[in-house]
């Protein structure tokens, strides 16, 4: 894959709409079965518990955020093609698995393989589009076009399955075999990435010599492993040599995702407990909140790369640590969808910017593993996130985990504006 600086070119490469393709598909998946389907499937039609549902949706983000290391290091020694495709294929059996088990185990291990089926897609698509975007980092636009494919295909498939269970009269099975269709179809996508990737030539062309000359003559059943062994602690080594960034780094990275931890499973419950929105309002609210994200992505990736991450992040931050502030106080109807349109236009400023922010910080070399490694510990405040928010909801008051998201975002605020002037260390790594 070729290195190339200039965005536009970058949406347009065959690696990029392959990815941005990938990336749409399988959010369509996954939006289409967490938050409009296997909720009411396990529920209404199993009779299964909302324990046990909580413990399998824990199992797919644990297993999402348990492999976010070991597939971007994989992506770089292997490919992105092969990688991809092996992922996608665990997603297929999740979705056939969803079909025929009713148990809560076989239920749980489906979600479990989902979340280890959908893990390599951010370390690759953020592995791919930094070394696409070469050594200026002018990939705000990139990741502006990313995010958009993952909030599209995340708002997509649970309206498109839910208008399809309509007219099908609550035929789950149709509907199974339809995201059956739709994983078929990215594994199919996912053949058009590129086969064996070596980012800035070396590291595994070099590493695979070096094994082949310390076990050049007499290989045996043990040689692939012991190259392995030797492989993941080369790499542990140049990530701790080369990853010289500020310690602030690693909070900011939880945060960013806790916040949404934190809204996630009570903002359904507050808008019709408190505000007593309707569930056709609540739609509007979260299409209008959602669409404004969506729209503004691109037009605001496209400026981070001519004005730089700061501006956007610092405004973004304190606009969402102020719309949500507002959010848990106001119970005026049109006041509140006003903010959530504020808070929407803050989210289109954030998410490009901070993933490029995130990728000035990377170094050269092993671009998959530290990748992998950024997103697990970011993914980790969405488990975090929802614990925290329950104890909030149950024990303090109901504004209180909105409350909270505004604590942190305007810690994020500051937290940002340190690094930004001081993003790496002030000695080396040892």
């Known amino acids: 894959m070729q290195t190339n600086t200039k965005p536009a070119k970058i949406l347009r490469s065959p690696f990029f709409i392959a990815m941005w393709l990938t990336l749409f598909l399988v959010e369509i998946i996954k939006g289409a079965l967490l938050v409009a389907i296997l909720p009411v499937y396990m529920d209404n039609i199993l009779g299964l518990s909302a324990g046990v549902i ?149 590291h595994a062309e070099s590493e695979t010599k070096r094994a082949d000359m310390k076990y050049p003559a007499k290989p045996n059943i043990l040689t692939p492993f012991i ?105 005026s109807i049109p006041v509140v969808f006003g903010i959530v349109m504020l808070v929407g236009v803050s989210y289109a400023m954030i998410l490009p910017a901070w993933n490029a922010f995130v990728a000035t910080l990377i170094p050269k070399g092993e671009r998959g593993a530290i990748w992998g490694f950024f997103l697990t510990l970011q993914g980790s405040g969405m488990v975090v996130g929802p614990i925290v928010s329950g104890l909030l909801w149950d024990h303090i008051s109901h504004p209180a985990p909105f409350i909270g998201s505004a604590v942190v975002m305007a810690g994020l605020a500051i937290v940002h504006y340190v690094l930004s002037r001081k993003p790496y260390r002030t000695a080396p790594a040892k």
């Open 54 to 202: 909580g413990v399998a949706f824990a199992l797919q983000y644990l297993g999402d955020n348990l492999f976010r290391a070991p597939s971007g290091w994989a992506a770089e020694r292997i490919g992105f093609r092969a990688t991809m495709v092996t992922a996608l294929i665990c997603t297929l059996v999740a979705v056939i698995m969803i079909i025929f088990f009713k148990s809560a185990f076989g239920l749980a291990m489906a979600c479990l393989i989902l979340g280890v089926g959908t893990s390599p897609l951010w370390p690759c698509a953020m592995t791919g589009v930094t070394a696409m975007s070469g050594p200026q980092n002018k990939n705000g636009t990139a990741m502006g076009a990313l995010e958009m494919a993952a909030l599209g295909g995340t708002g997509l498939g649970p309206i498109g399955m839910n208008w399809l269970l309509e007219r099908t009269h609550h035929d789950y099975r149709t509907i199974f075999l339809v995201l059956m269709g739709v994983a078929i179809l990215v594994i199919l996508v996912a053949l058009i990435l590129p086969g064996r990737v070596v980012v800035e030539g070396e």
């Open 227 to 331: 190259r392995l062994k030797n492989s993941v602690q080369g790499t542990l080594q140049r990530v701790r040599s080369t990853l010289n960034v500020n310690p602030l780094v690693y909070p900011a990275l939880f945060m960013q995702s806790f916040v949404i931890g934190l809204l996630s499973p009570v903002i359904t419950l507050y808008t019709r407990t408190d505000l007593h929105i309707s569930p056709n309002l609540y739609s509007l609210l979260l299409i209008a909140g959602g669409g404004i994200t969506v729209i503004a992505l691109l037009p605001v990736g496209k400026m981070v790369d001519r004005f730089g991450t700061a501006p956007f992040l610092n405004i973004g931050f304190l606009m969402a640590a102020a719309s949500l502030f507002a959010f848990s106080s106001i119970t």
